[in-house]
């Protein structure tokens, strides 16, 4: 158990179509990171919230978006989705932006788009 | 760029240690990870080291990290049916919470 649960587990959506995904952190961590994995590959990264504020991107179009909100749960919003986004996202908490050590991953949300 | 690499698969009998490896180009990496994956779960941090150590042991995992030649390892002692699953080698430099990921290593312990 890390503490930090994701919901969705599951879903389907159509091409087009929008999907919001999230994130409850583990408590005390106030920065969530979100990854993209696809099948058969390792995670890659999405973006960072520090505080409620986007504090580091990967390299995904403006149709990924976030949110984090005061009580450091977040969302994951993707726009005008495309097959390729079909993917394992995955959230991970920390207990602040520098370096700690400690980055504890959630159990994902699986998005098929069909 | 940055970039992260391992084997793909290795096959390791029950009791034996296992050794995966790892390499990565980020010369201002500040800490090393090691992550299982089951199928269909989550990512499990199993152990994480500083850039400045050479090796970090906690129980049946030892790691060694070879910062001149970028190379890091995870040894797995008496490996266990439990241990079958993939392991990710992971690195993050200055932009701290951007995690860089091989590929990862499927290993599969046969009895």
């Known amino acids: 158990e890390t503490g930090v649960t994701q919901s969705p587990t599951h879903l389907i959506k159509t091409r087009g179509q929008q999907v919001t995904l999230r994130c409850s952190s583990q408590s005390g961590h106030n920065t969530v990171s979100w990854y993209q994995q696809a099948l058969g590959q390792g995670p890659q990264f999405i973006f960072q919230?520090?505080?409620?504020?986007?504090?580091g991107r990967g390299n995904f179009p403006p149709r990924f978006s976030g949110l984090q909100f005061p009580n450091y749960s977040s969302e994951l919003n993707v726009n005008a989705l495309e097959l390729d986004d079909s993917a394992l996202y995955l959230c991970?908490?920390?207990?602040?932006?520098?370096?700690?050590?400690?980055?504890?991953f959630g159990e994902g949300s699986r998005l098929t788009v069909l | 760029g940055e970039d992260v690499e391992q084997s793909l698969f290795l096959s390791v009998r029950e009791g034996d240690s296992s050794v995966i490896n790892c390499t990565y180009t980020?010369?201002?990496?500040?800490?090393l990870y090691w992550y299982k994956q089951e199928p269909g779960a989550g990512l499990q941090l199993l152990t994480y080291i500083f850039s400045n150590m050479d090796m970090k042991q906690d129980q049946r995992l030892t790691v060694l990290l070879n910062k001149k030649d970028k190379h890091l390892s995870l040894r797995i002692a008496d490996t266990q049916t439990g241990d079958s699953a993939i392991y990710f080698c992971?690195?993050?430099?200055?932009?701290?919470?951007?995690?860089?990921f091989g590929a990862g290593t499927q290993v599969v312990v046969t009895p």
């Open positions: 991970a908490s920390s207990g602040r932006t520098g370096p700690t050590g400690e980055l504890f």
């Open positions: 919230y520090y505080r409620e504020e986007e504090n």
């Open positions: 992971a690195e993050v430099g200055r932009s701290w919470g951007k995690l860089q």
């Open positions: 980020d010369s201002s990496s500040t800490y």
